[in-house]
Protein backbone atom coordinates (compact mmCIF):
# COMPACT_ATOMS: atom_id res chain seq x y z
CA UNK A 1 0.00 0.00 0.00
CA UNK A 2 1.46 3.47 -1.24
CA UNK A 3 1.37 6.14 1.76
CA UNK A 4 2.46 9.02 -0.58
CA UNK A 5 0.89 8.57 -3.47
CA UNK A 6 -0.04 12.24 -3.84
CA UNK A 7 3.84 13.04 -3.21
CA UNK A 8 4.82 11.11 -5.99
CA UNK A 9 3.08 12.47 -8.74
CA UNK A 10 4.39 15.77 -7.91
CA UNK A 11 6.81 17.01 -10.16
CA UNK A 12 8.44 18.67 -7.64
CA UNK A 13 9.69 16.38 -4.99
CA UNK A 14 8.78 18.65 -2.46
CA UNK A 15 6.48 18.93 0.29
CA UNK A 16 4.24 22.01 0.06
CA UNK A 17 4.25 22.76 3.75
CA UNK A 18 4.72 21.88 6.66
CA UNK A 19 0.79 20.90 8.03
CA UNK A 20 0.99 18.88 5.27
CA UNK A 21 4.00 16.76 5.99
CA UNK A 22 2.78 16.39 9.58
CA UNK A 23 -0.36 15.38 8.21
CA UNK A 24 0.93 12.46 6.61
CA UNK A 25 3.23 11.41 9.34
CA UNK A 26 0.65 11.59 11.78
CA UNK A 27 -1.64 9.42 9.17
CA UNK A 28 0.73 6.47 9.02
CA UNK A 29 -0.83 3.29 10.48
CA UNK A 30 1.03 1.90 13.50
CA UNK A 31 4.21 -0.09 12.48
CA UNK A 32 4.04 -3.67 13.09
CA UNK A 33 7.28 -5.82 13.26
CA UNK A 34 5.96 -7.96 10.63
CA UNK A 35 6.33 -5.51 8.21
CA UNK A 36 8.67 -4.01 6.07
CA UNK A 37 8.56 -0.06 5.24
CA UNK A 38 10.34 2.45 3.20
CA UNK A 39 10.90 5.49 4.59
CA UNK A 40 12.64 9.01 4.01
CA UNK A 41 14.43 11.44 6.21
CA UNK A 42 13.29 14.78 5.34
CA UNK A 43 14.92 18.51 6.50
CA UNK A 44 12.94 20.32 8.71
CA UNK A 45 13.73 23.26 7.65
CA UNK A 46 13.12 23.23 3.49
CA UNK A 47 10.75 20.18 3.54
CA UNK A 48 12.89 18.69 1.13
CA UNK A 49 13.85 14.78 1.36
CA UNK A 50 17.23 14.10 1.90
CA UNK A 51 17.34 10.37 2.50
CA UNK A 52 15.58 6.94 1.91
CA UNK A 53 16.10 3.86 3.56
CA UNK A 54 13.98 0.42 4.21
CA UNK A 55 13.83 -0.74 7.78
CA UNK A 56 11.37 -3.04 9.84
CA UNK A 57 11.20 -0.52 12.60
CA UNK A 58 11.78 3.37 11.27
CA UNK A 59 11.32 5.08 14.58
CA UNK A 60 13.95 2.85 16.23
CA UNK A 61 16.08 3.51 12.77
CA UNK A 62 15.68 7.09 12.74
CA UNK A 63 17.18 6.95 16.84
CA UNK A 64 20.20 5.02 15.13
CA UNK A 65 20.84 7.38 12.80
CA UNK A 66 20.93 10.31 14.95
CA UNK A 67 23.76 8.48 17.58
CA UNK A 68 26.00 6.53 14.50
CA UNK A 69 25.94 5.65 11.13
CA UNK A 70 28.38 5.10 8.19
CA UNK A 71 27.59 7.67 5.97
CA UNK A 72 29.12 10.17 6.41
CA UNK A 73 27.15 12.75 4.49
CA UNK A 74 24.22 11.98 6.74
CA UNK A 75 26.22 11.61 9.67
CA UNK A 76 27.44 15.39 8.95
CA UNK A 77 23.69 16.89 7.79
CA UNK A 78 22.22 15.34 11.59
CA UNK A 79 25.22 16.67 13.17
CA UNK A 80 23.94 20.36 11.66
CA UNK A 81 20.87 19.55 12.54
CA UNK A 82 21.22 18.21 16.33
CA UNK A 83 23.41 21.86 16.82
CA UNK A 84 20.20 23.83 16.61
CA UNK A 85 17.94 21.28 18.34
CA UNK A 86 16.34 20.04 15.40
CA UNK A 87 15.97 16.81 14.35
CA UNK A 88 14.76 15.11 10.69
CA UNK A 89 10.85 13.99 9.96
CA UNK A 90 10.24 10.70 9.24
CA UNK A 91 7.77 10.25 6.53
CA UNK A 92 6.77 6.38 5.27
CA UNK A 93 6.48 6.26 1.65
CA UNK A 94 5.55 2.53 1.40
CA UNK A 95 4.28 -0.36 3.23
CA UNK A 96 5.37 -3.40 1.71
CA UNK A 97 3.56 -6.24 1.34
CA UNK A 98 4.00 -10.28 1.71
CA UNK A 99 6.18 -11.18 -1.60
CA UNK A 100 7.29 -7.49 -2.30
CA UNK A 101 11.06 -7.33 -2.76
CA UNK A 102 12.46 -4.22 -0.69
CA UNK A 103 15.67 -3.87 -2.60
CA UNK A 104 13.82 -3.47 -5.69
CA UNK A 105 11.28 -0.79 -3.54
CA UNK A 106 14.28 1.15 -2.28
CA UNK A 107 15.96 1.42 -5.59
CA UNK A 108 12.46 2.29 -7.29
CA UNK A 109 12.28 5.70 -4.64
CA UNK A 110 16.06 6.59 -4.87
CA UNK A 111 15.86 6.42 -8.28
CA UNK A 112 12.79 8.17 -8.81
CA UNK A 113 13.83 11.25 -6.92
CA UNK A 114 16.81 11.33 -8.07
CA UNK A 115 15.52 11.49 -11.64
CA UNK A 116 13.62 14.58 -10.43
CA UNK A 117 17.20 16.15 -9.52
CA UNK A 118 16.45 15.84 -6.04
CA UNK A 119 20.19 15.49 -4.24
CA UNK A 120 19.98 13.08 -1.80
CA UNK A 121 22.45 11.68 1.00
CA UNK A 122 22.26 8.05 -0.03
CA UNK A 123 25.54 6.58 -1.25
CA UNK A 124 24.28 3.71 -3.46
CA UNK A 125 21.45 3.12 -5.43
CA UNK A 126 19.55 0.91 -2.81
CA UNK A 127 19.26 -2.51 -2.05
CA UNK A 128 22.38 -2.63 -0.59
CA UNK A 129 23.79 -2.11 -3.35
CA UNK A 130 27.96 -1.01 -3.53
CA UNK A 131 28.91 2.68 -2.91
CA UNK A 132 29.72 3.92 -7.05
CA UNK A 133 32.07 7.09 -6.25
CA UNK A 134 32.35 9.73 -9.09
CA UNK A 135 35.93 10.16 -11.15
CA UNK A 136 36.23 12.60 -8.81
CA UNK A 137 35.89 11.67 -5.87
CA UNK A 138 38.27 8.82 -6.68
CA UNK A 139 41.13 11.33 -7.28
CA UNK A 140 40.18 12.82 -3.99
CA UNK A 141 40.12 9.36 -2.38
CA UNK A 142 43.71 8.42 -4.06
CA UNK A 143 45.37 11.19 -3.33
CA UNK A 144 43.90 11.23 0.62
CA UNK A 145 46.26 7.74 0.73
CA UNK A 146 48.90 8.32 -1.37
CA UNK A 147 52.36 8.94 -0.20
CA UNK A 148 53.08 11.22 3.06
CA UNK A 149 49.08 11.98 2.93
CA UNK A 150 48.61 8.11 4.22
CA UNK A 151 47.91 8.12 7.63
CA UNK A 152 49.39 4.89 8.27
CA UNK A 153 52.33 6.65 7.35
CA UNK A 154 53.05 8.75 10.17
CA UNK A 155 55.34 7.03 12.27
CA UNK A 156 53.03 7.96 15.18
CA UNK A 157 50.11 6.51 14.22
CA UNK A 158 52.14 3.35 12.63
CA UNK A 159 53.20 2.91 16.38
CA UNK A 160 49.85 3.31 17.65
CA UNK A 161 48.77 0.82 15.60
CA UNK A 162 51.04 -1.48 16.08
CA UNK A 163 51.24 -1.19 20.18
CA UNK A 164 47.45 -1.67 19.53
CA UNK A 165 47.82 -4.90 17.61
CA UNK A 166 50.63 -6.30 19.54
CA UNK A 167 49.90 -9.80 21.79
CA UNK A 168 45.97 -9.71 20.06
CA UNK A 169 44.87 -13.11 20.30
CA UNK A 170 41.09 -13.63 19.37
CA UNK A 171 38.75 -15.77 21.46
CA UNK A 172 37.24 -18.84 20.86
CA UNK A 173 34.48 -17.55 20.54
CA UNK A 174 35.06 -14.57 18.38
CA UNK A 175 36.84 -16.93 15.92
CA UNK A 176 33.85 -19.33 15.90
CA UNK A 177 31.77 -16.27 14.90
CA UNK A 178 34.09 -15.23 12.19
CA UNK A 179 33.72 -18.86 11.50
CA UNK A 180 29.80 -18.70 10.92
CA UNK A 181 29.64 -15.18 9.46
CA UNK A 182 32.18 -16.09 6.03
CA UNK A 183 30.37 -19.77 5.67
CA UNK A 184 28.32 -20.20 2.59
CA UNK A 185 29.74 -17.05 1.45
CA UNK A 186 30.96 -17.09 -2.07
CA UNK A 187 35.03 -16.36 -2.03
CA UNK A 188 36.27 -13.84 -4.46
CA UNK A 189 37.60 -14.51 -7.87
CA UNK A 190 41.19 -15.88 -7.84
CA UNK A 191 40.66 -18.01 -4.71
CA UNK A 192 39.89 -21.37 -4.33
CA UNK A 193 37.38 -22.96 -6.50
CA UNK A 194 37.01 -19.22 -8.27
CA UNK A 195 40.39 -19.21 -9.06
CA UNK A 196 40.49 -17.67 -12.70
CA UNK A 197 44.27 -18.46 -13.83
CA UNK A 198 45.35 -22.10 -14.50
CA UNK A 199 45.77 -24.79 -11.58
CA UNK A 200 49.23 -24.09 -10.12
CA UNK A 201 49.70 -20.58 -11.09
CA UNK A 202 50.46 -17.68 -8.65
CA UNK A 203 47.26 -15.01 -8.35
CA UNK A 204 49.90 -12.54 -10.30
CA UNK A 205 51.81 -14.96 -12.35
CA UNK A 206 55.33 -12.99 -13.42
CA UNK A 207 55.45 -10.05 -10.91
CA UNK A 208 57.81 -9.23 -8.44
CA UNK A 209 58.76 -6.73 -6.18
CA UNK A 210 61.02 -4.40 -7.92
CA UNK A 211 65.64 -3.97 -6.81
CA UNK A 212 64.39 -0.74 -4.90
CA UNK A 213 61.68 -2.31 -3.11
CA UNK A 214 63.49 -5.85 -1.96
CA UNK A 215 66.03 -3.46 -0.42
CA UNK A 216 63.38 -1.32 1.44
CA UNK A 217 61.69 -4.35 2.65
CA UNK A 218 65.03 -5.61 3.84
CA UNK A 219 66.78 -2.62 5.44
CA UNK A 220 63.06 -2.10 7.25
CA UNK A 221 63.65 -5.87 8.94
CA UNK A 222 67.33 -5.46 9.85
CA UNK A 223 67.83 -5.81 13.66
CA UNK A 224 63.72 -6.21 14.06
CA UNK A 225 63.62 -9.07 16.52
CA UNK A 226 59.60 -10.87 15.63
CA UNK A 227 58.64 -10.22 19.19
CA UNK A 228 54.93 -11.19 18.31
CA UNK A 229 56.16 -14.59 17.32
CA UNK A 230 58.27 -15.47 20.05
CA UNK A 231 57.26 -17.65 23.02
CA UNK A 232 53.59 -18.34 23.95
CA UNK A 233 52.80 -15.81 21.57
CA UNK A 234 53.34 -18.29 18.64
CA UNK A 235 50.34 -19.77 17.80
CA UNK A 236 52.05 -22.94 16.69
CA UNK A 237 52.92 -23.84 20.31
CA UNK A 238 49.12 -23.95 21.07
CA UNK A 239 48.55 -27.26 21.64
CA UNK A 240 45.29 -27.23 20.25
CA UNK A 241 46.61 -25.50 16.78
CA UNK A 242 49.61 -28.03 16.83
CA UNK A 243 47.27 -30.86 17.26
CA UNK A 244 45.29 -29.00 14.20
CA UNK A 245 48.57 -28.94 11.97
CA UNK A 246 49.74 -32.39 12.96
CA UNK A 247 46.52 -33.83 11.57
CA UNK A 248 46.21 -32.15 8.57
CA UNK A 249 50.02 -33.31 7.78
CA UNK A 250 49.44 -36.60 7.94
CA UNK A 251 49.59 -38.92 4.82
CA UNK A 252 50.81 -36.11 2.64
CA UNK A 253 53.59 -36.11 0.64
CA UNK A 254 55.09 -32.92 -1.26
CA UNK A 255 54.76 -33.69 -5.15
CA UNK A 256 57.86 -33.77 -7.11
CA UNK A 257 57.07 -30.50 -8.40
CA UNK A 258 56.86 -29.25 -5.20
CA UNK A 259 60.38 -30.52 -3.86
CA UNK A 260 61.98 -29.85 -7.20
CA UNK A 261 61.05 -26.19 -6.75
CA UNK A 262 62.33 -26.43 -2.93
CA UNK A 263 65.97 -28.24 -4.22
CA UNK A 264 66.44 -25.19 -6.77
CA UNK A 265 65.85 -23.02 -4.11
CA UNK A 266 68.28 -24.34 -1.60
CA UNK A 267 70.76 -24.62 -4.42
CA UNK A 268 74.12 -22.29 -3.59
CA UNK A 269 72.43 -21.19 -0.19
CA UNK A 270 74.45 -19.70 2.12
CA UNK A 271 72.53 -17.88 4.16
CA UNK A 272 73.07 -20.39 7.23
CA UNK A 273 76.83 -20.80 6.29
CA UNK A 274 78.71 -21.15 9.53
CA UNK A 275 75.87 -20.41 11.43
CA UNK A 276 75.78 -22.42 14.85
CA UNK A 277 72.71 -23.31 17.17
CA UNK A 278 73.40 -22.12 20.85
CA UNK A 279 73.87 -24.57 23.58
CA UNK A 280 70.26 -24.12 24.41
CA UNK A 281 68.67 -24.41 21.64
CA UNK A 282 70.71 -27.77 20.61
CA UNK A 283 69.65 -29.19 24.01
CA UNK A 284 65.94 -28.22 23.39
CA UNK A 285 66.59 -29.63 19.73
CA UNK A 286 67.97 -33.05 21.05
CA UNK A 287 65.25 -33.56 23.81
CA UNK A 288 62.57 -33.11 21.18
CA UNK A 289 63.77 -35.76 18.94
CA UNK A 290 64.44 -38.28 21.77
CA UNK A 291 62.01 -41.29 21.09
CA UNK A 292 61.18 -40.03 17.63
CA UNK A 293 59.44 -42.69 15.83
CA UNK A 294 58.08 -41.06 13.17
CA UNK A 295 60.91 -42.14 10.61
CA UNK A 296 61.46 -46.12 11.89
CA UNK A 297 61.32 -48.79 9.36
CA UNK A 298 61.26 -46.20 6.43
CA UNK A 299 63.42 -46.71 3.49
CA UNK A 300 64.23 -44.95 0.52
CA UNK A 301 63.30 -45.81 -2.52
CA UNK A 302 66.10 -47.46 -5.00
CA UNK A 303 66.44 -44.48 -7.30
CA UNK A 304 67.24 -42.06 -3.86
CA UNK A 305 69.70 -44.37 -3.20
CA UNK A 306 71.03 -44.87 -6.36
CA UNK A 307 71.38 -40.69 -6.22
CA UNK A 308 72.55 -40.52 -2.51
CA UNK A 309 75.34 -43.22 -3.34
CA UNK A 310 76.20 -41.26 -6.85
CA UNK A 311 76.61 -37.77 -5.09
CA UNK A 312 78.74 -39.24 -2.88
CA UNK A 313 81.45 -40.98 -4.74
CA UNK A 314 84.47 -39.30 -5.10
CA UNK A 315 84.30 -36.79 -2.01
CA UNK A 316 86.44 -37.23 0.54
CA UNK A 317 86.01 -35.00 3.59
CA UNK A 318 88.34 -32.55 4.78
CA UNK A 319 90.67 -33.09 7.76
CA UNK A 320 89.29 -30.73 9.69
CA UNK A 321 85.30 -32.39 9.36
CA UNK A 322 87.08 -35.92 9.88
CA UNK A 323 89.13 -34.57 13.05
CA UNK A 324 85.84 -33.04 14.61
CA UNK A 325 84.11 -36.03 14.11
CA UNK A 326 86.76 -38.21 15.80
CA UNK A 327 86.96 -35.73 18.65
CA UNK A 328 82.88 -36.17 18.78
CA UNK A 329 83.34 -40.19 18.77
CA UNK A 330 85.75 -40.33 21.02
CA UNK A 331 84.51 -41.64 24.65
CA UNK A 332 81.53 -42.36 23.42
CA UNK A 333 80.09 -45.29 24.73
CA UNK A 334 77.55 -47.39 22.62
CA UNK A 335 74.82 -49.14 24.62
CA UNK A 336 74.32 -53.12 23.72
CA UNK A 337 70.69 -52.51 22.47
CA UNK A 338 72.28 -50.09 19.58
CA UNK A 339 75.16 -52.25 19.48
CA UNK A 340 73.21 -55.46 18.56
CA UNK A 341 71.31 -53.43 15.91
CA UNK A 342 74.45 -52.57 14.01
CA UNK A 343 75.63 -56.43 14.11
CA UNK A 344 72.26 -57.12 12.61
CA UNK A 345 72.50 -54.61 10.09
CA UNK A 346 76.22 -55.80 9.70
CA UNK A 347 75.09 -59.34 8.81
CA UNK A 348 72.34 -58.24 7.04
CA UNK A 349 74.29 -56.23 4.35
CA UNK A 350 76.79 -59.08 3.92
CA UNK A 351 74.09 -61.57 3.53
CA UNK A 352 72.90 -59.15 0.62
CA UNK A 353 76.43 -58.94 -0.61
CA UNK A 354 77.06 -63.26 -0.90
CA UNK A 355 73.77 -63.34 -2.33
CA UNK A 356 74.10 -61.33 -5.49
CA UNK A 357 77.95 -62.73 -5.92
CA UNK A 358 76.91 -66.55 -5.91
CA UNK A 359 73.95 -65.40 -8.30
CA UNK A 360 75.92 -63.72 -10.80
CA UNK A 361 76.52 -65.35 -14.25
CA UNK A 362 79.18 -67.70 -14.69
CA UNK A 363 81.99 -67.61 -16.84
CA UNK A 364 82.03 -70.37 -19.67
Known sequence: MLLSDGFRSDPEPRIKSSTDLMGAVQSTPVIQESKTYIYALVCPDTFQIRYVGKSVSPVQRLRGHMCQGRNAALRSWLTELKATSQKPILRILEELQDGDSWQERERHWIGLYRSRGVNLLNLTAGGNGFAVHTDESRKKIARALTGDH??????????????????????SAWRAALSRATKGRPKPLGFGANNRFPPGSHRRPGWHHTAETRAKLSASKIGKPQVH???????????????????????????????????????????????????ESRIKMSAARMGNKYSLGYRHSEATRARMSAAKIGKKLSSEIRGKISAASRGRVVSSETRTRMSAAAKRRWADLNQRIFQLPTLN
Open 229 to 279: MRGDKNPSKRPDVRLKLSAARIGKRLSPETRAKISASLVGNKRALGFRHSE
Open 150 to 171: NPMKRPEVAAKVSAKRRGLIFS
